[in-house]
């Protein structure tokens, strides 16, 4: 079974959020319901000013506070270590969302970002069994792991694209988007990525390419003081803007 | 260029599933077993997406110049994904934010559902045009009996069509053919004035290619980037990227400066960010040239040397022509003596506000580093100096020797295409005839005054069309039709263009409820891009000629018809020989298969050779590109290498195309223009043709200057109905949902503007008002509205969102030169709304 893992290289991030659109089109998640947000700090001022941005997908962490704190244990981990919802079971309670250390999970019946509401003008016929019909509906949709359309009331977040991932051949070190047999099974955000920022693997193989990066370019994880464990690392390369708490010796 | 896959290789597959024994019983060899077959023997049934029934459609993106190659996903007669096509070398399975917003464009739920007639004679803002629903044949029928009437009238010169994104043979080309055998000058008038013809111009007088380039940006070594949006609209905007994250962590690594207006991810990304004063690009550029040569760091093999081999550029003196030995540029000794040897460092900073350490510092890094490319495009060139802004820009070029040479920068190859089973010259009749006639004496102009003395070396002058018709100077048009193209919303003082269209018939083919539609008297409208069968040759990219083919991914939704027919049925209904033309064209897929003939003894590096396998792979392409500049002297492609040594005619003929063979630093057809240039510019004659500092002459009122660049998830203006696109624009003013304005808070404290007030912001033109944000990283002397929303049509997301339209404070002023609208040049003033 692999342990899923991502690395984000900041170095060649280009901050184009074709990974937010590419997710958002996939996952048919409402406008502004980010579950891969990039999000933008300005610092300074001119003529020396500096501008970052932070690609922020779910951190899939190893030791998820989300998890613990679900009172009907909708949101679980799955054996390859993926960080998912159960729409059956969830309540909407968001307590998930307030112990989540990164603000990646997100709660259906927000007020709209935009108006006219997209629920309204894709309506759904099937009441609150799906909080909106987009014209475009991903066709694996399954409640028990968070994919597809919401229902009313619950929480959703990113799943690695679950249903492109759990398909993949066995044993594969890493889910290179470049290889056209391994395309269709690559999360959306990674295969799009233009500036190649973006890596998928195994991370219980040592031999997989994403270990290899997090070995050589000291890939680091976002509030890894949390104990959380994310399964998501950053490259920082010259560029890099995140501060680094792992202790590498310590961790995973 | 490309990479082994690093991940999962077959071997490594099989050694690792091997191991663990997946494929143990499967009675299967090893050697033969490829993963998804592996796959398919564990679960038939299994597919990432979708079931069995999904389907992959090649086609080609619509939302930018780009054109990358796309995998349309459909289940079930519903398209649910698009993602890049990985065999594709503009997209190579990438997309940039907008690509995957294509299926909104589809299904979005403003869009006409099939031809319609107007039925209030009232034109306006909000006025309901009362649109009914007629036939196609009704249509286009309608459209043909004007047409033949003015004809018969002998006013064919009336009818004019305006095109924005022409997209290749089978829709804006047919375009050229209706003109000469229906008998009018203005068919059809590109956009090009409004987009980026300073580049292609400044291009032109200096190398003699009116064209873009063609970039070898992954054997670069540094880019020199003069307001290029490089990592947000500059194309081909995904192919950047994935350039971006090659020369970014290669060895060496390209060093990037990016020079611009205003901080940007593009900026911000670059090693070097300059805030250079709009309009002062030239200055800089100049004192790059200055340091370059006073401290000889410039290319001697490509631009020439003193005989001597000693450097005699001193600043301030000049230097015997007599000395300097010049190679493929041409005037070097003239223009050091009258300008550039007085374009010091100290010079550029006081006009461009840039420190003279600064200028110094890049100057030198460019000037030692190899390869090195100087790019630029709109940003500098779009001021009443684009002309020679962007030839000062591109001079850079020719002094690093980047001109044809690896990691430098080309031109475009076309691709092979077949005839057209009929010629257009067989079909003219005397009415045709005779309006050539009277096109090519110039006694009908065109309606823009593209070649006359006006606008004598232009190519376009779309922003003319509306405020001439209007005052009948040179005539009044009566019908006019427009593809891809909303001159309302889009021109610089678009409110001139309402008058304008209210006098006239006007014809609209956009698939959605634009500004322009809602003047139009007929609407018929196009298939959106998923719906189409297109081609779509490449826009300078690697050199290497490439076409590509849109193919429907399902059935249109509506009742709309592809734009190229609908030219086509027009034509059929012309009575004369100018109708069996038509006839014989018949249709756009006869078109395109007649196009792909010319594949037959091309066949494309990925095997295209018919009509049937383009659409089946979506492109056909074949590299390299043919010639190389290799330390001064031209090669020409043997079939293997650079071999074949090109003379100097040969060069000229084929590649640095001016009167002079070489690159001119004093630029001969603007010399033959010296009167007009004299007229327009106040520059003197003799130094007319000379690549110089003009100063910019800022339009509006107002201490600030209005920057309104566009941003990556602008759709070409289609982009503001993709709720999609507009929940993630703006990134740097952290827009979600709105455009801010963004402002400096010392300027804004100055004008009593509070962060997010209301703000109204007013230039000679009009007023509009937008939401302040305080950006303390942006110059205290700019404001920025991105170019985007204050749409008052196009949807019901577009409609009244957002701040104001930038285009309404921006005066309708060109270049003299290049015809190139001055979109960056308004001043305005901005308080407290």
């Known amino acids: 079974m692999p342990k899923w893992g991502m690395v984000i290289d900041l170095e060649k991030c280009t901050g184009c959020q074709a990974c937010t659109t590419a997710c958002s089109m996939e996952n048919n998640t409402v406008p502004g319901e980010s579950w891969q947000d990039v999000l933008f700090y300005q610092d300074g001022e001119y003529p020396s000013s500096s501008f970052n941005w932070l690609p922020r997908p779910c951190m899939q962490c190893e030791n998820p506070s989300c998890v613990h704190v679900c009172p009907t244990k909708a949101t679980y981990i799955t054996d390859d270590g993926v960080v998912l919802i159960d729409w059956d079971k969830c309540i909407g309670c968001k307590y998930c969302m307030i112990a989540c250390p990164y603000g990646v999970r997100f709660y259906t019946d927000e007020k709209p970002l935009l108006e006219p509401d997209v629920k309204n003008v894709f309506a759904s016929d099937r009441g609150e069994a799906q909080s909106w019909a987009p014209p475009f509906q991903n066709p694996n949709e399954d409640w028990s792991k968070g994919i597809g359309i919401q229902p009313d009331g619950v929480v959703s977040k990113c799943t690695f694209c679950y249903h492109k991932i759990s398909k993949a051949p066995e044993g594969v070190s890493d889910l290179d988007p470049r290889d056209p047999e391994l395309v269709e099974y690559v999360p959306a955000c990674v295969r799009t990525c233009a500036p190649e920022a973006r890596y998928f693997g195994d991370l219980d193989n040592p031999d997989s390419h994403v270990n290899k990066l997090i070995g050589d370019k000291r890939g680091v994880r976002l509030k890894d003081e949390t104990g959380n464990k994310p399964k998501v690392y950053y490259l920082t390369g010259e560029g890099g803007s995140i501060p680094a708490f792992t202790d590498r010796t310590k961790s995973s | ?833």
């Open chain 2, 1 to 833: 260029m490309s990479e082994q896959p690093f991940g999962l290789n077959r071997r490594r597959f099989l050694q690792v599933s091997g191991a663990t024994g997946v494929l143990a019983g499967s009675g299967l060899t090893l050697t033969s077993l490829k993963p998804r077959e592996a796959l398919a023997k564990q679960n038939p049934d299994a597919r990432p997406w979708g079931s069995k029934d999904t389907k992959i459609t090649k086609s080609i993106c619509h939302q930018c110049p780009a054109r990358c190659g796309i995998d349309v996903y459909t289940t079930n007669g519903r398209v649910h994904g698009i993602y890049g096509t990985i065999d594709h070398p503009i997209s190579n399975g990438r997309l940039c934010p907008k690509g995957h917003l294509g299926t909104y464009l589809l299904y979005d739920p403003d869009r006409f559902k099939g031809p319609m007639r107007r039925t209030n004679p009232e034109k306006g803002r909000d006025v309901d045009p009362g649109f009914v629903p007629i036939s196609w044949d009704e249509a286009l029928d309608l459209v043909a009996e004007r047409l033949n009437n003015l004809r018969k009238k002998n006013e064919s010169h009336r009818f004019a069509v305006l095109y924005g994104r022409g997209w290749g043979a089978s829709d804006a080309g047919l375009q050229g053919t209706f003109g000469q055998l229906y008998g009018s000058p203005n068919i059809a008038i590109g956009h090009s004035s409004i987009c980026s013809d300073g580049s292609m111009i400044a291009k032109e007088l200096t190398d003699g290619n009116q064209s873009y380039n063609a970039y070898d940006y992954d054997h670069t070594n540094y880019i020199l980037n003069f307001g290029a949006g490089f990592l947000e609209a500059f194309r081909p905007y995904n192919n950047n990227m994935q350039v971006w994250g090659r020369i970014r962590t290669k060895s060496p690594k390209t060093r990037v400066t990016t020079v611009d207006v205003r901080m940007s991810t593009t900026m911000a990304a670059s090693d070097r960010a300059l805030m250079i004063k709009p309009g002062t690009d030239g200055a800089f550029a100049l004192a790059i040239a200055h340091v370059m040569l006073t401290e000889g760091l410039w290319n001697r093999e490509f631009a020439g040397d003193f005989r001597d081999g000693r450097n005699q550029f001193r600043a301030g003196e000049t230097i015997s022509p007599d000395n300097f030995e010049e190679r493929w540029v041409k005037d070097m000794a003239r223009w050091w003596n009258e300008e550039v040897k007085d374009r010091t460092p100290a010079w550029a900073a006081e006009i461009t506000t840039l420190p003279e350490q600064t200028i110094l510092e890049v100057a030198r890094e460019f000037g030692s580093t190899r390869p090195a490319i100087a790019l630029f495009e709109r940003g500098p060139t779009a001021h009443s100096n684009g002309a020679y802004n962007g030839m000062a820009i591109h001079a850079l070029n020719a002094l690093t020797g980047a001109l044809f040479a690896e990691g430098g920068l080309f031109y475009q190859m076309g691709p092979p295409y077949g005839d057209l089973p009929v010629n257009a010259d067989d079909y003219m009749d005397d009415h045709a005839r005779t309006m050539q006639e009277r096109i090519s004496t110039g006694e009908v102009p065109r309606v823009d005054m593209k070649g006359t003395d006006k606008w004598p070396m232009v190519k376009n002058m779309q922003q003319e069309i509306g405020p001439n018709s209007l005052a009948a100077d040179p005539y009044k048009l009566d019908t006019i039709m427009f593809y891809l193209n909303n001159p309302i919303w889009t021109s610089p003082n678009p409110q001139v263009w309402e008058d304008a269209m209210r006098e006239l018939f006007v014809i609209d083919t956009s698939p959605y409820p634009g500004e322009t539609a809602m003047f139009a008297d007929l609407v018929l409208p196009d298939h959106t891009y998923l719906e189409r069968l297109q081609d779509a040759p490449t826009y300078p990219f690697q050199g290497f000629p490439m076409t590509q083919i849109r193919t429907p991914a399902i059935k249109p939704l509506h009742d709309t018809k592809v734009y190229g027919d609908t030219l086509i049925e027009i034509g059929k209904r012309i009575e004369g020989p100018m109708g069996d033309y038509y006839k014989a064209l018949d249709n756009t897929e006869n078109v395109l298969r007649h196009l792909a003939k010319g594949f037959e003894n091309n066949p494309g590096d990925n095997g295209v050779n018919s009509f049937e396998s383009w659409k089946e792979k979506g492109v056909w392409y074949r590299k390299p590109y043919h010639w190389r500049q290799i330390r001064g002297e031209f090669y020409e492609w043997d079939g293997e290498r650079y071999s074949k040594q090109m003379s100097e005619a040969e060069v000229a003929e084929k590649l640095i195309k001016t009167p002079s063979g070489k690159f001119e630093l004093v630029s001969t057809k603007l010399t033959n223009h010296a009167d007009y240039i004299n007229r327009e510019l106040g520059i003197p004659r003799q130094r007319a043709g000379m690549i110089q500092w003009l100063a910019p002459v800022y339009t509006g009122e107002g201490n600030l200057h209005l920057v309104t660049p566009k941003l990556a998830l602008h759709a070409e203006g289609r982009g503001a109905n993709l709720p999609q696109a507009q929940a993630y624009i703006q990134p740097i003013a952290g827009g979600r949902g709105n455009i801010y304005l963004e402002i400096h808070p010392k300027t804004a404290r100055d004008h009593g503007i509070r962060n997010g007030d209301k703000v109204r912001l007013k230039s000679n033109i009009g007023e509009i008002t937008a939401t302040a944000r305080y950006s303390p990283g942006q110059r205290p002397d700019v404001l920025i509205l991105p170019m985007e929303l204050g749409h008052w049509a196009q949807g019901r997301w577009a409609k009244n969102q957002g701040p104001g339209h930038s285009g309404e404070l921006t005066e309708n002023k060109s270049d003299a030169i290049t015809g190139l609208a001055s979109y960056y040049s308004a001043m305005v003033s901005i308080e407290r709304a």
